[in-house]
């Protein structure tokens, strides 16, 4: 480790010094896993702890299509996780802590909280190192994991530097069967370009954002432009954190994602005239909450799942984040108190009445409810998502689900308030990769639903592309009317038979405005990829615009300015090709 700690100048981060210091092949990633191995047997029977990784492995579940259940694979990300947390850390404060028990207010978020970062960590499903039995021993590993980041100069940080060491760590061979891969640099820029270039003001989001390599360019480009346009860094940074936004279901991505939204931040973050909140969430954004009416209060209502029990909010309260974020803050308070008490109890073998305290607390909570003017029906269905959350913790299932619910109802918010530009490189998982009949069953018929399925066609649902349903769902939920998407795509979805229906947008209309032909750039992704670029509520009238894109690229994550003079762009124009409409018996 003598290179890493006594190393005299700061280095400038990149990723590929990132993922060489802490990556696979590092000493120092083999040792954390091996310690990691060790403090998570020693808690095997502690229910919290096994609660995060159960609820990791069911968010994995819906990332990838199948069950992972790989211990391994939870300590990687475990690791980075806690790495991320740590960059940023030492980024924000004044300096090193001078004793490894100053780890635990770092790790429960106490010093973001205090720089005016609120959500930046919460009590997440990697924070199983925290667990009371181990957080002595977890301190003083994590405390060296912090000396080894000093050795950056993180004020120099001008990209996502954690884009390999994330890509390295998420899984890599569940990765490559998948065919998830991050966008470059230089592609990113030049779809940010096209889409921003009249407009730098536009909302936006992105609904898979991965370890946010299309947050972090947008950021830095605003920042840029409205600075150019003679706006405060307190105006640039409550407009950004107001209009952009990025959601994952993989809770790794979320966390990585995250960072890169304020390492982004950094030239003017300080600026901030309150604490703020980082718009990144960990919450499938295909998959929105069901909508539905109470039976009791005759409330409509989004309900969640959780252990095989139900949250239910009302649509009036889900529907504005402010008032949300309030209820799951108290909810978050009331169970995180209860919670201590019951460990307290255990822990020092005296007997503690839950359901007295529970009854107490609820009291509060009710006075709290009507101190901010709910009424009664609002009241009625807050109150049993209130009993709901209590029960799960008085079973020993832990207070984790205020952050789950916190990042789940988030997509609900923005699909009322709607975004100017929904802009990513979405999943290009097939159907016929996932194991979850639930989850399949569920994009089955959302593709049907926006006509991907050619009813006289019926063999090819197993070939539907998760891609081509989130272009689709995507502009129509959280786009507004004459919104733009832009869409990193499987270049497959342009000439393979089973697309045809995708390329006509029956369903929603959306106007094919360009596209980018990528067949020709090495090095890109291991499938041939294309970049669609759409406008909600017209149709498409082909042919239309099309940029073959030429080059070979010295590295595979250049930036746009180094990349151009290794590409060239030619327009030529696509049409989807003409199809016979019967099929020979023998084809």
């Not at 968010?59 to 940023?88: C, M, P, Q, R, W």
């Not at 939920?477 to 990193?488: C, R, S, T």
């Not at 406008?535 to 930036?559: A, E, F, M, Q």
Request: proline residues 4%; contains cysteine.
């Amino acid at each position: 480790f003598d290179c890493y700690i006594f190393a005299t100048e700061k280095i400038t981060p990149t990723s590929a010094d990132v993922k060489q210091r802490f990556g696979l092949a590092s000493p120092t990633f083999t040792s954390m896993q091996r310690q990691l191995e060790t403090l998570f047997q020693k808690i095997e029977s502690f229910k919290p702890a096994i609660l995060k990784y159960q609820s990791w492995n069911k968010y994995l579940e819906v990332v990838y299509g199948d069950k992972l259940n790989e211990k391994a694979l939870f300590f990687k990300h475990t690791y980075l996780s806690t790495l991320v947390k740590l960059i940023v850390h030492a980024r924000i404060s004044g300096g090193k802590p001078k004793d490894f028990d100053e780890i635990v207010p770092i790790l429960f978020g106490d010093t973001s909280r205090s720089a005016g970062i609120r959500n930046f960590i919460e009590e997440d499903f990697f924070s199983w190192v925290l667990s009371l039995p181990i957080r002595k021993q977890a301190s003083k590993l994590f405390s060296s994991l912090l000396n080894e980041v000093y050795v950056y100069d993180l004020e120099k940080i001008d990209e996502d530097v954690l884009k390999e060491l994330y890509q390295e760590l998420v899984d890599p061979d569940v990765r490559k069967l998948l065919g998830e891969f991050y966008t470059p640099d230089w592609l990113a820029e030049s779809m940010i370009i096209e889409v921003f270039e009249k407009d730098p003001t536009k909302s936006v989001m992105d609904p898979s954002c991965g370890s946010g390599t299309f947050l972090f360019k947008i950021i830095e480009y605003k920042i840029k432009k409205l600075s150019e346009k003679g706006w405060s860094n307190q105006k640039i940074l409550e407009h950004i954190v107001n209009n952009v936004i990025g959601f994952d279901v993989h809770p790794l991505a979320a966390t990585i994602a995250k960072t890169n939204y304020l390492l982004a931040l950094k030239d003017i973050i300080n600026s901030r005239k309150g604490p703020i909140s980082i718009p990144v969430y960990l919450s499938d954004s295909l998959k929105i909450p069901i909508k539905k009416m109470d039976l009791v209060t005759t409330t409509h209502t989004f309900e969640f799942d959780a252990l095989n029990k139900k949250f239910e909010f009302p649509i009036s309260v889900a529907g504005e984040i402010g008032k949300m974020d309030e209820v799951i803050e108290m909810l978050r308070e009331y169970g995180q108190e209860l919670e201590l008490k019951i460990e307290k109890s255990e822990e020092e073998k005296y007997d503690f009445d839950a359901d007295a305290y529970i009854k107490n607390i609820g009291i509060s909570f009710e006075k709290f409810l009507s101190a901010k003017n709910y009424d009664e029906n609002e009241k009625s269905v807050l109150l049993r998502s209130f009993g709901t959350l209590n029960d799960l913790i008085k079973n020993h299932s832990d207070a984790i689900w205020p952050y789950v619910l916190r990042n789940m109802y988030k997509p609900v918010s923005v699909s009322i308030k709607k975004v100017d530009v929904v802009i990513g490189n979405p999943p290009w998982l097939g159907l016929n990769n996932m194991k979850n009949e639930e989850y399949q069953n569920y994009i089955i018929e959302r593709s049907k639903h926006y006509l991907l399925v050619d009813k006289k066609k019926s063999q090819n649902v197993t070939a539907l592309n998760l891609g081509t349903l989130f272009f689709c769902q995507c502009a129509d939920q959280y786009l507004k009317d004459d919104g733009e998407i832009a869409f990193v795509m499987p270049q497959g979805v342009l000439i393979a038979s089973q697309h045809e229906n995708f390329l006509k947008f029956e369903k929603n209309p959306i106007e094919i405005t360009q596209i980018y032909d990528l067949e020709k750039v090495t090095p890109l992704f291991r499938i041939l990829s294309c970049v669609i670029f759409g406008k909600k509520g017209s149709n498409t009238k082909y042919p239309v615009l099309r940029y073959n894109v030429h080059g070979k690229l010295p590295t595979s994550n250049s930036n746009l300015p180094n990349a151009k003079s290794f590409l060239k762009f030619s327009k030529s124009e696509y049409a989807p090709a003409k199809r016979e409409t019967s099929r020979s018996f023998y084809y």
